[in-house]
């Protein structure tokens, strides 16, 4: 089992349309998690930490549940420069264990 | 200019040649990464540096090996390149010390060995 699993996808959704997705870890001393994007053959870029409380920046809202060990990202209003892959990220022993899901693909059709 | 560069963006090369992937930073920061990324397999860690004297491995550090020749640059060799070394090979670097905090990566290396 990997440590960080994501759907791999792709979800082909409308724009407008609101999409969620979900990572789980294996790991329960992980301490901080991420959500990357990365757009086709380019590097991964940080969209958001995941906090306990949860956060939202603009369109898009990070949950972590640490009791069931997953955390999720909601887009809404998704528009067709969401399309990309979105990387889950999981650390733990002071950075020193940096683990990274495969990516959900998500691809907004207009 | 970019924050994190590398060096070549592109290679092709083939069996049992030597390579070397150069990466430099100009945000100041201590730590330094290199990752693989393959379809269907995600971002693997394959060797970090803490600070020029302090180089760890990651999770999958044979057949590489790397040198730290100053803050800002992390070179990775491949002694005798593989098949499946072919990848997309991302340098990144931490703005800080701590668990929380997040990478910056350079564009990325597309290493072809034929």
């Known amino acids: 089992r990997k440590e960080v699993e994501q759907d791999p996808g792709p979800f082909n959704v409308p724009e407008g349309a609101t999409v969620a997705f979900n990572c789980t870890y294996s790991n329960s001393a992980s301490q901080s998690f991420f959500w990357y994007r990365q757009d086709c053959r380019k590097e991964p870029k940080l969209l958001m930490s995941v906090y306990s409380s949860g956060n939202e920046d603009g369109r898009f809202t990070a949950q972590l549940n640490r009791a069931s060990q997953y955390i999720s990202l909601l887009i809404r209003d998704s528009k067709l420069s969401d399309s990309a892959t979105y990387l889950c990220?999981?650390?733990?022993?002071?950075?020193?264990?940096?683990?990274f899901g495969t990516g959900t693909k998500l691809q907004v059709i207009p | 200019d970019a924050d994190v560069t590398q060096t070549p963006r592109n290679r092709i090369t083939k069996t049992g040649k030597r390579i070397m992937l150069e990466c430099s930073q100009t945000k100041g920061h201590d730590r330094m990464y290199w990752y693989r990324q393959d379809p269907g397999l995600g971002l693997r860690l394959i060797y970090y540096s803490f600070d020029v004297k302090d180089i760890n491995k990651g999770e999958i550090s044979d057949g590489y090996s790397v040198s730290r020749q100053a803050q800002a640059k992390f070179s990775l060799s491949l002694e005798s390149a593989i098949p499946n070394q072919t990848a997309l090979y991302f340098c990144?670097?931490?703005?800080?010390?701590?668990?929380?905090?997040?990478?910056?990566f350079g564009p990325g290396t597309r290493l072809t060995v034929l």
């Open positions: 990144a670097t931490p703005t800080g010390q701590g668990v929380g905090d997040t990478q910056y």
């Open positions: 990220v999981a650390t733990s022993g002071g950075y020193q264990k940096v683990t």
